[in-house]
């Protein structure tokens, strides 16, 4: 069955970075794009983006360019997040979900865990 | 403020049906046949209820049922049961946003 297992939480302070995981297993991994989805506490879901997993190419929603960067290694079939200059504004819970697709039409249908990521000094 | 928009809460007693209405545009819900609902219980993830308006994946029961018109999409839920409980979220492709996006969710409480 497919598996998307996120690494743990993080506290970091202001101004500095966080790398995410997300293992997957149960699937071919380069076959389905993978998305990112910020959820802030209290609040609801908002789409960061996406990364082809075949090329590799990322696709950054409005609001999550420049200190976000979705990368890969294939090698082990793992997602990456990482986010630079962290900003108190930046906590919250960070999902991966692949893609599944059906007639032509494409969702988030399977989701990690979710990382919590605490910014603070 | 969410792309789409959705009631901040509905209720229903158990055995009950209740409607989550998610009202969007043309440019989202108004364009495609693909509308995804969401359940997520405090503390966990997101799980995928329904699909392309009318589609129920896999081990999800049939109690939950999609439908749209125009702009607007719905989830139904029959039966209500106090698992039911959570917080509902529908999603869509935004055309001139070339962006996925979400309802603000809609909190369940089955009274």
């Known amino acids: 069955q497919v598996q998307l297992v996120q690494s743990g939480s993080e506290l970091k302070k202001p101004g500095a970075s966080v790398k995410i995981s997300c293992k997957a297993s149960?699937?071919?991994?380069?076959?389905?794009?993978m998305n990112w989805v910020r959820q802030a506490p209290g609040q609801g879901l908002e789409w960061m983006g996406w990364i082809n997993t075949n090329t590799g190419n990322p696709t950054y929603a409005q609001g999550f360019t420049g200190r976000f960067v979705f990368s890969l290694d294939t090698s082990v079939t793992t997602a990456y997040l990482q986010i630079s200059s962290l900003k108190a504004e930046d906590t919250a819970v960070y999902y991966c979900?692949?893609?599944?697709?059906?007639?032509?039409?494409?969702?988030?249908?399977?989701w990690g865990q979710g990382t919590l990521v605490t910014v603070s000094s | 403020q969410s792309a789409l928009t959705q009631p901040r809460s509905v209720s229903g007693s158990p055995g009950q049906s209740v409607t989550i209405s998610c009202t969007g545009t043309?440019?989202?819900?108004?364009?495609?046949?693909?509308v995804s609902w969401y359940q997520q219980h405090p503390g966990k993830a997101p799980k995928l209820m329904n699909i392309?308006?009318?589609k129920r994946p896999s081990g999800v029961p049939d109690r939950f049922s999609g439908s749209k018109s125009g702009t607007s999409a719905t989830l139904g839920i029959t039966g209500l049961q106090t698992g039911d409980e959570a917080d509902y979220y529908c999603?869509?492709?935004?055309?001139?946003?070339?962006?996925?996006?979400f309802g603000g969710g809609t909190k369940l409480t089955v009274l």
């Open positions: 979900a692949r893609d599944a697709c059906d007639g032509g039409s494409c969702y988030p249908a399977d």
């Open positions: 149960g699937y071919t991994f380069s076959s389905y794009t």
């Open positions: 392309d308006v009318s």
């Open positions: 043309s440019s989202d819900i108004g364009g495609y046949n693909y």
């Open positions: 999603g869509t492709w935004h055309s001139s946003l070339s962006a996925r996006v």
